[in-house]
């Protein structure tokens, strides 16, 4: 599956926009979040159905495009190089860059809203929980205080709280929403929300760890980004080797909530094993 399929590129009256959004969807990196939701989904659901988590996918997928369009504009973190390409304002312009970030949000609670396969219960609680993970106790909140923390010493539990809201909270709603399409227990959900809640901090480690440690071309944006800009990282905050066992202490307590489903749990733990051990 794909964040794509079956769904076409959403459309715009403008061209220019078109050949953006095609930029960018084209180019669509890991997936890991629409791949965390199938998972997730798979493990909860009593009868799993094809194409049931598709439009959610989509628009987990689309929300992050559009995070990253506008986290790498000069107003924010100033980035000219995404997924091994020239970011969007630079290919194109800002205005551009601003204009695909705000559609690509509004059109992936479009298809969330239109989807047929879905009951209505269910989409409105997609719609809810999407709409808190990308807003301003989620990202947008994160991303406020990454940006006010540039310059200071932090300590871990601040940038957990950053990373919780700017990195973890589309994990958390990705992980959220294929339990709703599973329509899974109350148990369930609060079992993969804690995994969720732990793997999107490690995620967010081993980033921090590979900005010090990888290059430009391995990451494909660029390398030491946060150190010249002067950002308070887990590197920062506990050194390379500390920050390894962050990540690896998350990662252990992220399968601990999983023990509840014995070998069903095996796609999702080697999910989360490659986010945290991933050299990209």
Not at 63 to 87: E, F, N, Q, V, W
Not at 236 to 264: D, K, M, P, V, W
Request: hydrophobic share 40%; proline share 3%; with cysteine.
């Amino acid at each position: 599956m794909t964040a794509r399929d079956p769904y076409p590129l959403p459309r715009s009256l403008s061209p220019q926009l078109e050949r953006a959004i095609q930029y960018v969807l084209d180019n669509s990196g890991k997936r890991l979040r629409s791949r965390m939701l199938l998972e997730t989904y798979r493990l909860l659901a009593e009868n799993p159905e094809p194409h049931i988590t598709d439009s959610t996918s989509a628009a987990i997928e689309w929300l992050h495009c559009y995070s990253l369009i506008h986290d790498d504009l000069p107003a924010m973190d100033d980035d000219d190089l995404r997924r091994g390409k020239p970011t969007l304002h630079k290919a194109f312009n800002e205005a551009t860059a601003i204009l695909v970030g705000d559609g690509l949000q509004a059109s992936a609670f479009e298809i969330i809203a239109t989807d047929e396969l879905l009951s209505h219960t269910q989409r409105n609680e997609l719609i809810a929980v999407v709409a808190k993970a990308v807003g301003f106790m989620g990202m947008v909140g994160g991303q406020a205080l990454d940006m006010e923390a540039e310059s200071k010493a932090v300590d871990v539990d601040v940038l957990r709280t950053i990373h919780a809201g700017k990195t973890g909270a589309l994990f958390r709603a990705a992980v959220n929403a294929g339990a709703i399409c599973a329509n899974a227990t109350q148990e369930d959900r609060q079992r993969l929300d804690d995994f969720a809640a732990a793997i999107g901090l490690a995620f967010q480690v081993m980033d921090d760890v590979l900005d010090a440690t990888a290059s430009s071309q391995e990451l494909g944006k660029t390398a030491g980004k946060d150190s010249a800009a002067d950002k308070s990282t887990y590197v920062s905050c506990l050194g390379l080797e500390q920050a390894h066992e962050e990540a690896q202490t998350l990662y252990a307590e992220a399968i601990n909530c999983l023990a509840a489903y014995g070998e069903r749990k095996a796609p999702l733990v080697e999910l989360a094993y490659q986010m945290v051990n991933r050299r990209t």
